[in-house]
């Protein structure tokens, strides 16, 4: 009887739980890693970038934005769109092409792989005949002129990818024609570059390595000229007039050629111009070359590469010449890849835009405005200009301090171009974001950045550094951008991506920020923590500093590692924003590894692998001090310096990890076929390799004589009742990594005698955990089983006051387990053991609040955590039982893990690379994702899909016409469904993707036969 | 302590009633004398024993009885064996190993029964399991359930030693298969064991198939695994306390086994399989317990827990779970250390009390003012309720886990090991 009415409440939960929790990965914040192609297309507004890893990112106009993923592992080495189609094609590493196509979808756009496409050679033929090089999507939006390294030139049709065999352009079609004069006709070698007559769809330029080009007739398959260049070819352009050729070569020149080889000028020289600009000495390649012309005036001509070869051949630099203005843009990145987009609605006007994709971020220059700025961009700004070394998350920011960080962060961007952001293609579709909420990232040069993360767009808001407090090695002018007049290059320095930090001391580790107060406090490398308040004017003012003996007095220590930060004795002038007015100094400057701080209560309580202290900042002194340390605990003592034995010995251990699993990860592509005998091998010899090199673990049962026990993992400040159930008192708690944690009673003098008064801190509890395992997190629920709220949050009528009726819990969260403890006398009521049960230990934790999709007044707390396998969980409170679990990271991906942070809404983020955050819900009701509509628009030449045939069809070609026919009207069915009814169109995509294979088939048995 | 009291009140008249001749040459005649010293309280004896005498435990237990001079006092012996444990000699075959182990001199200890203690952190375990399976027979004196058990054959006396290892659920795991339950209670010997990664064969329908699985790697001298002798290098482990390991990484399966180290269950698949559980049909002896062949000349305890009939119906390590239950409390070790009054603050105690460290060997001295008939100001809490009304020893203040129970005095007697003649 009592276990039926318990499944009952049992499936009742499960609905409940259906309804508070959904687990997705949202959105990716920040800059691609390792992008290595880039694409635009004019009539889209879109922008591509693929990556090495294989994905490939659409970005639109804020908001707007897509990301798909190659199933090849394999690099995306060029992304061209499709002229006047919502269709991209993508070239990979491994040589194969991907057709990609913004399709419609219950109202959205979706981005999605239509098409797969190897170039299949004659039989027999070497690999590198179908090796492609260049590709040139053609006008029609039909044809696709695939260019390859045997110097052949094939041309398929799409979407579809059929091969016109009777259309490609050979190599010995194309020599035969070749002049006897040039070079002794030697090999032409690969086809290093295509381009489309601007003005004639039927006239391409085929541009072999060896230098030679050549114009070719695509409808009386010959060629119409050749030109002879004798450098190694890079880069072509066909001027917009059609008049002009543009090449670039290895040796760092350029030249301009004319095009329409009449009679009458055959005898001058066509070549007009030839120049190295940067010339005298050997230069680098000019590796692309744009030239567009203006309404008036001199053309833009802009090329990549082409330096000094031993002077200045490591700088990454685009050349923008204008007229008189000759610019040389200097990056801190590889180049990858660069566009201009043009004033008008077809993109046909004066160039206004320089964009450019660098290895770490992407620049933005505005070419119409006085001395080319740069344009801030709203996404894929570079996350990791200066490493991150951590990061908060505070949701909900009150309108006021937003407003007030907004100005002035705006304050610091009056160096950026006022050019509103040039690329709008799509609709952002996504409803405003319910709150304002702001990510806080710390970096290792000793700043923190303000994230606007409410949307799906994370927009740099302001920027701290707090490097002035202190003396650096470098000097603060000597990186300021002081272009020496006359120097050639004209070098000018362009981008923000700096990874190169003055002081590794200066680094940030843990971030603090009170919403409602404008306080900020910031604890780094070197045990410096800092409380900053938040100022709208600038201030000239001395940072006292105050030095705490974390010790307190423990002997014969001696510590190895760096030296704290030397503190500027003269006044330092801030400029408006967070401006820091009091400094702890923790003594031994150990990194600081737990920070908390209670803005009404004017406390700042810091912890390190030493101790923890408790900071008046009020009063400017002292409350507590308390050494954690264990008097055997040498590693904690002597700071890092002293591991190095043991970092050898771990690198050692990595190596043999990273070799294990490279095996393993080679027998997971092989799986599909159950070769039991091959598996039995590969795991012979990774047993004999682990007999040579065993990875052992040891099991022990900790100890307190473990290394760092003493180090403060958590610092959490709750007005609770610590001596008796009926009195509450301000009270500090802190959590080691020796699974013990301190309890102490606060006394906060009353507001009007906080100044004068002393606040004293009597110690009150403490509880060692038997397990031993370090203290994560520490958590006070109110009678209502809620967990307290923030400081101030009351007061500014924003939550609940809490329950000070019923009793309150203590819950402690450890690496291992979850334990739940009354108060005011702590004695164990609830636990939930996780590592004992699935061998997972907790990593990141944090309390979120859930609220119901269905039900709009429905919500609860839970404890959100991941765990060092990478999957997240909650946990319900006050009951700590466990409620979902998803995977989210791999287990490899340490750094990932250990960058995760949780938002009050059960949101996360986590880095997936070092410039980019993955975005995660847990929550059904707060999920932030990109919603976006891309609509292709109508153009004239794409209306018709029956475009006449560039002619010269043989009789091989329309043999196909047919099934041809039949695809185009499905895909008239598919436009006719798309516009009424959504299910059908699902059905119907599905059958067409079905079909979409079978012709992909039916047309290579074609190309066979 | 102990050591230093004996000698001292040995007095010389009653040295004369040692049995002169075997004392006086003892190393020589070691073939076939052993030489034995039995101590009694704080009394010691000094006599000669043939190795090979006829006489089995009674008669043994006759003749120390005459030379202590306590006859009709119910007592209990026990030798240090050569790893220095304690043994119990109760009947002849452990007599007789305890005469042919002796190398050369055989310690012999004798305790009244009656004031046998409750010493162990296995005991209340042991009693409240024992109790549970003889429906509710639950007395705080051992002496009823012993009266009991004794119908049974005893193999030895658990109440007198620690145990550290235990054979647990063998009726329902494979003989190929050896469940082994290592307790670590309050004890320095570190569990003392390494684990790597390895392959596992399997015998599926296919065929052999090879599979990743985690093996003992190393055992560490003088380390609890070693000592139990019922793990061995190359061991496959297959469980951590009832959970399988199966598609767990090294590091899981490390985490796992630090979590659970206080009270650890693991199921091995031994390298060697000639040392099986066998398996008895009889089921009219002692449950359904088994025998292990070699492993008990290491010296350990094995004592071989039968399951209730209940939980035989649900084959799913039925004992081990239960037993995991049990342990749960045992596990709530967590020592708190409360301030019951800090309104009324002494800033001199405060200062004082904050140099007690929880393991610290300073007990608080002197009562405080508002301590309610308590003689210490702090209170410990202890989460089994027998806390409440522990003493401040120092020992039991670095115990881990399981009862504490003892008083002070017991608590030095604690470790067998320690007890030198």
């Known amino acids: 009887m009592k276990r039926f009415r318990r499944h009952g409440h049992e499936s009742q939960r499960d609905r409940l739980k259906q309804e508070l929790y959904q687990f997705s990965k949202t959105v990716e914040h920040g800059f691609p890693h390792q992008p290595s192609a880039l694409g635009y297309s004019p009539s889209l507004q879109l922008l591509a970038i693929g990556t090495r890893s294989g994905a490939i990112k659409l970005y639109g106009t804020p908001g707007v934005e897509f990301m798909g993923l190659h199933d090849e592992n394999a690099a995306v080495t060029q992304v061209h769109f499709m002229p006047h189609q919502a269709d991209m094609v993508t070239l990979l590493d491994d040589n194969s092409l991907h057709m990609w196509t913004l399709r419609r979808h219950k109202g959205l756009s979706e981005l999605l792989e239509i098409g797969r496409f190897m170039l299949m050679g004659p039989p027999g033929a070497p690999p590198s005949v179908t090796r492609v090089t260049a590709v040139l999507p053609h006008s029609s939006g039909e044809l696709l002129l695939l260019g390859t390294e045997g110097g052949h030139v094939f041309v398929v049709e799409v979407p579809g990818f059929r091969e016109l065999e009777e259309r490609n ?22 086809v290093e570059a295509l381009q489309e007559n601007p003005t004639n769809p039927s006239q391409v330029v085929i541009g072999y390595g060896r230098g030679l080009m050549v114009i070719w007739d695509l409808e009386n398959q010959c060629a119409i000229q050749h030109i002879p260049a004798t450098q190694q070819l890079e880069s072509m352009w066909w001027t917009e007039d059609g008049s002009y050729i543009l090449s670039s070569h290895s040796d760092g020149s350029y030249c301009r050629w004319r095009v329409g080889g009449q009679e009458e000028t055959e005898e001058e020289e066509e070549k007009e111009k030839s120049d190295i ?28 590469g082409g330096m000094p070869r031993a002077s200045y051949g490591d700088r990454h630099c685009i050349t923008v010449i204008h007229s008189k203005t000759h610019v040389a843009l200097d990056f801190t990145s590889r180049i990858i890849d660069f566009f201009v987009i043009r004033d008008g609605l077809e993109q046909t006007g004066d160039p206004s835009v320089l964009l450019v994709l660098v290895e770490e971020e992407l620049v933005v220059i505005d070419l119409q405005t006085e001395g080319w700025p740069v344009i801030q961009t709203p996404y894929l700004v570079p996350l990791h200009s200066s490493a991150i070394t951590c990061s908060q998350h505070v949701s909900a920011i009150p309108l006021k301090l937003w407003e007030r960080i907004i100005a002035v962060g705006e304050l610091q961007k009056t160096h950026y171009s006022k050019k509103p952001w040039p690329i709008t293609g799509g609709q952002n579709l996504g409803p405003d974001p319910p709150q304002r909420d702001l990510l806080l990232t710390g970096h290792e040069d000793g700043t923190v950045r303000f994230w606007d993360a409410s949307g799906v767009c994370l927009y740099p808001l302001y920027k701290l550094s707090t490097a002035a407090v202190f003396h650096t090695d470098a000097d603060p002018n000597d990186n300021l951008n002081q272009s020496a007049e006359g120097e050639w290059p004209p070098f000018r320095k362009v981008g923000c991506f700096d990874p190169y930090s003055d002081d590794p001391r200066l680094g940030i580790q843990k971030i603090h920020l009170c919403k409602y107060s404008g306080y900020l406090t910031v604890a780094g490398t070197a045990g410096q923590i800092l409380v900053l308040e938040l100022n709208d004017e600038a201030a000239e003012q001395t940072v006292e500093a105050k030095v705490v003996d974390l010790l307190q007095g423990q002997e014969g220590f001696r510590w190895k590692g760096h030296t704290q930060l030397d503190v500027r004795e003269e006044p330092v002038l801030f400029p408006p924003g967070f401006q820091p007015f009091t400094l702890v100094q923790c003594q031994p400057p150990a990194v600081v590894t737990a920070l908390n701080l209670h803005s009404e209560w004017k406390l700042v309580a810091f912890g390190t692998s030493h101790g923890f202290g408790l900071y008046d900042y009020q009063q400017k002194n002292n409350v507590l001090i308390k050494c954690t340390l264990n008097p055997s605990d040498q590693l904690a003592l002597e700071g890092p310096l002293s591991r190095v034995k043991s970092i050898k010995k771990s690198l050692r251990q990595s190596f043999r990890r990273i070799r294990r699993s490279r095996v393993s990860l080679r027998k997971h592509h092989v799986t599909n076929s159950s070769k039991l005998q091959e598996a039995n091998a590969r795991l012979e010899a990774e047993l004999a390799e ?34 008796d159930s009926s009195h509450n008192t301000p009270s500090l708690w802190a959590g080691t990594n020796g699974g013990c944690v301190f309890a102490y009673m606060l006394r906060v003098p009353a507001v009007e005698h906080r100044a004068d008064e002393p606040v004293t801190a009597q110690p009150a509890k403490e509880i060692q955990l038997m397990h031993r395992a370090p203290v994560v997190g520490v958590v006070v629920l109110d009678g209502h089983g809620a967990p307290l709220p923030e400081p101030l949050e009351v007061a500014h009528d924003l939550a609940r006051s809490p329950d000070m009726q019923g009793s309150h819990h203590l819950v402690v969260i450890s690496e291992e387990q979850f334990k739940v403890f009354t108060l005011p006398k702590v004695s164990s009521k609830m636990k939930l053991k996780l590592t004992a049960v699935d061998g997972s230990r907790v990593r990141r934790v944090g309390v979120a609040w859930f609220g119901s999709n269905c039900k709009e007044d429905y919500s609860e707390s839970g404890l959100i955590f991941l765990t060092n396998q990478g999957d997240v969980h909650v946990v319900s409170l006050p009951h700590v039982k466990m409620q979902v679990q998803y995977p989210c990271i791999r287990r490899e991906d340490v750094s990932g893990i250990a960058s995760c942070v949780f938002t009050k809404h059960g949101q996360g983020f986590y880095l997936i690379s070092p410039s980019e955050f993955e975005r995660f ?4 009701r707060f999920v932030v994702e990109p919603r976006c509509l891309v609509e292709v628009p109508l153009h004239l030449d794409s209306s018709n899909p029956h475009r006449a045939e560039p002619g010269g069809a043989t009789s091989a070609h329309r043999t196909t016409q047919h099934s041809e026919d039949a695809e185009s009207a499905a895909r008239c069915v598919m436009e006719h469904a798309l516009l009424n009814d959504e ?11 079905g079909d979409q294979t079978s012709f992909l088939e039916n047309n290579v048995k074609h190309a066979v036969a | 302590m102990v050591l230093a009291a004996g000698p001292k009140r040995t007095e010389p008249s009653r040295m004369s009633r040692q049995l002169p001749p075997q004392q006086k040459t003892p190393i020589r005649l070691t073939d076939t004398v052993v030489e034995v010293k039995s101590k009694f309280e704080a009394e010691y004896r000094r006599f000669g024993l043939k190795r090979n005498g006829s006489g089995g435990f009674q008669e043994f237990y006759r003749l120390l009885q005459t030379i202590h001079h306590i006859h009709g006092v119910d007592v209990l012996l026990g030798y240090a064996d050569i790893h220095g444990d304690l043994l119990p000699i109760n009947n002849d075959e452990n007599f007789y190993k305890a005469v042919s182990s002796a190398n050369p001199l055989l310690r012999i200890i004798i305790t009244k029964r009656e004031d046998e203690p409750v010493v162990y952190g296995t005991n209340s375990l042991q ?12 007395t705080t004196g051992s002496g009823t359930i012993h009266s009991k058990s004794k119908s049974g054959l005893m193999i030895g006396p658990p109440q007198n030693f620690r145990q550290i290892s235990s054979i647990i659920d063998v009726d329902i795991l494979p003989e190929t298969h050896r469940r082994v339950r290592l307790h670590k209670h309050g004890t320095k010997k570190p569990l003392g064991f390494y684990i790597r990664d390895g392959v596992s064969v399997r015998v599926t329908p296919q065929g052999v198939e090879k599979v990743p699985g985690v093996f003992i790697s190393r055992l560490v001298r003088g380390g609890l695994a070693e000592s139990t002798g019922l793990l061995a290098v190359n061991d496959e482990i297959l469980e951590v306390n009832g959970i399988d390991v199966a598609g767990k990484s090294l590091d899981q399966v490390t985490d796992m086994m630090v979590a659970n180290s206080h009270n650890l269950i693991v199921t091995v698949k031994p390298a060697n399989q000639r040392n099986n559980v066998v398996h008895r049909e009889s089921k009219n002896f002692m449950g359904n317990s088994g025998s292990v062949g070699s492993a008990g000349s290491t010296g350990s305890v094995l004592s071989h827990e039968s399951p209730s009939p209940a939980s035989q119906s649900n084959p799913i390590t039925a004992s081990s779970i239960a037993e995991g239950d049990s342990e749960d409390e045992d596990d709530d070790g967590d020592i708190i250390l409360e301030n019951d009054c800090p309104t009324a603050y002494n800033p001199h105690l405060v200062t004082k009390r904050n140099s007690v460290k929880l393991n610290g060997e300073s007990s608080c001295s002197g009562p405080h003012p508002s301590a309610v008939g308590r003689p210490l100001p702090q209170s410990m809490s202890l989460p089994s309720s027998i806390g409440a009304s522990l003493g401040y020893s120092s020992n039991t203040m670095s115990g881990h886990n399981g009862s504490l129970a003892s008083s002070s005095q017991d608590s030095m007697k604690d470790d067998g090991t320690e007890l030198t003649l």
Do not use: W
């Not at chain 1, 352009?169 to 690969?190: A, C, F, K, T, W």
């Not at chain 1, 010339?279 to 833009?300: M, N, S, W």
């Open chain 1, 169 to 190: 352009i050979s190599l010995d079609q194309v020599s035969n024609s070749v002049p006897v004069d040039y070079i002794g006709r030697r090999n032409l070698e690969h």
């Open chain 1, 277 to 304: 600009p940067y010339g005298h000495f050997p230069c680098k390649a000019i590796t692309k070359i744009v030239q567009l012309p203006t309404e008036e005036g001199p053309p833009f001509l802009l090329f990549s």
């Open chain 1, 690 to 723: 682990m007999e040579l090199a065993p990875v052992q673990r040891k099991i022990e049962a900790r100890s307190s004589d473990d290394s760092f026990t003493g180090l403060v993992r958590t610092l959490y400040f709750a007005d609770t009742f610590l001596s």
């Open chain 1, 921 to 924: 819900s847990l929550s059904t």
């Open chain 1, 983 to 993: 299910k059908v169109l699902q059905e119907i995509q599905k059958s067409l993707e």
């Open chain 2, 127 to 138: 009693r409240r399991k024992k109790g549970l399976g003889l429906t509710g027979l639950r």
